[in-house]
């Protein structure tokens, strides 16, 4: 069974540009998570997607932005990027249900912003 | 919002030593689960539990979910140099409206000394 695919891998941008990230999930889960991670620091959750639905949102600007498409992967976008944002964002697709809540995760996308 | 405690923040320890890292809360939870991340890479499910009580080994790894359900601890039994990493608690919270999002603890980060 394939794992969390996220593309690209590695990405450089410049402050003011924007970027859309990519996440494929495990097949048949139906909830995707993104979370941001600065150096040194845990994970910021951003929001999660479930049957094409945002059901969680994190305490991010609106600049954060996702959506999620009827096979279940889904695109993080960030507008008018800022240095700040340069983390590695990580999406996390999971089964639903009370026993279904494990998160499994992608390598994730690093985000350079110059 | 809702948070984990997690201690300690960051550990030095020599191989061989055992490690002791934990989880706490307010709340109640249905499930804790267990991750490890290496530098760069998502983190990685290592244990998962979902009842009050439980206790559960991986290898030299082993977790239990608090009787109180508001606490869990991970321990690891004789450190070798491939457990150095950052472990993070999550869990699932028990309230109905909990929508099944996942809290996270900050990570504890182990580092093998020399």
């Known amino acids: 069974k394939a794992g969390v695919t996220q593309t690209p891998r590695y990405l450089i941008k410049t402050r003011g540009q924007q970027v859309t990230l990519s996440c494929s999930p495990i097949?048949?889960?139906?909830?995707v998570s993104w979370y941001q991670q600065t150096p040194g620091q845990g994970l910021q959750f951003l929001f999660e997607y479930f049957s094409e639905t945002q059901r969680n949102k994190g305490n991010f600007p609106g600049r954060f932005s996702g959506r999620q498409f009827s096979n279940s992967r889904s695109e993080m976008n960030v507008s008018t990027l800022e240095l700040g944002d340069s983390a590695l964002y990580l999406c996390?697709?999971?089964?639903?249900?009370?026993?279904?809540?494990?998160?499994?995760f992608g390598q994730g996308t690093r985000l350079t912003v110059v | 919002g809702q948070q984990l405690n997690q201690s300690p923040q960051s550990m030095f320890i020599q191989e061989g030593e055992d490690v002791s890292m934990n989880c706490t809360s307010s709340?109640?939870?249905?499930?804790w689960l267990w991750y490890k991340q290496d530098p760069g890479e998502g983190p990685v499910l290592l244990i998962a539990l979902y009842k009050a009580g439980e206790l559960t080994s991986n290898g030299r790894l082993t977790a239990q979910f608090g009787i109180t359900r508001k606490d869990s601890f991970l321990n690891i039994s004789a450190s070798i140099p491939s457990d150095v990493g950052i472990y993070f608690c999550a869990g699932q919270l028990s309230a109905m409206d909990s929508n099944y999002q996942l809290i996270w603890g900050a990570g504890t980060k182990l580092i093998i000394k020399p």
């Open positions: 097949s048949g889960h139906r909830s």
């Open positions: 709340s109640i939870f249905n499930t």
């Open positions: 996390a697709s999971s089964l639903v249900g009370r026993m279904n809540t494990e998160a499994f």
